[in-house]
């Protein structure tokens, strides 16, 4: 895991035009601000430090549309505060789909976020690797990785008609790990070199060993 977060360092995030430096810096600096209002939640401090780890998809070829930016659930109505959704969806064969078009789409009334098909992207990518390697993460912590670029959701208050009761309970968690991850990044970067052997004592608590990816 730590090989992987070190790797980022060779991406530059076309979607993210507020870090203009190594991607590792973001990951400690969100852990860091984590650690320090959240001293006792280990677990927490992890999440933010592994959370952007999925982007490791764009350097294996991936295009990074299909990695980056906000998600979305599909099969259903595409909301207003999906970022670029009046410019960019008009070839979206689903915008075509009458049965996609509706409130509901394909699914039932609260079916939970486990049972929708969401865009995908690094959020989802991470999420099934840290699920397969059947890593001890809680159920907060796997929502923090899965929905934090689900924007429409945890910023706008949409598809909360698709939500069950165990997705509003989480829901504020993502909101707490959303201000972390927006809003520890400065210029002010962590010595990462003396953080590191913290940090690895997490991974290997959590996340051990060679990972299947």
Known sequence: MMDAIMSLDQLVDESDPDVDFPNSFHAFQTAEGIRKEHPDKVWFQLVGLIHDVGKI????????????????PVGCKFQNSIVFR????????DEKNPRYKTEYGIYEPNCGL??????????????????????????????????HSFY????????????????LQMLPWVKEFNKFDLYTKTTDLPNMDG????YQSLIDKYCPGVLQW
């Open 152 to 167: 429409p959701w945890h910023s706008h208050g949409d598809y909360t008609h698709l939500c069950n009761d165990k997705d």
């Open 57 to 72: 998809l764009a350097l294996w070829d991936e295009p990074q549309w299909a990695v980056v930016g906000d998600t979305f």
């Open 86 to 93: 009046d410019s960019t969806f008009q070839d979206n064969p």
């Open 114 to 147: 486990d049972n929708v098909l969401m865009s995908w992207g690094h959020d989802e990518y991470l999420y099934r690797v840290m699920k397969f390697n059947n890593c001890p993460i809680p159920e907060e912590g796997l929502y923090m990785i899965r929905f």
């Open 195 to 198: 953080l590191r052997p913290y």
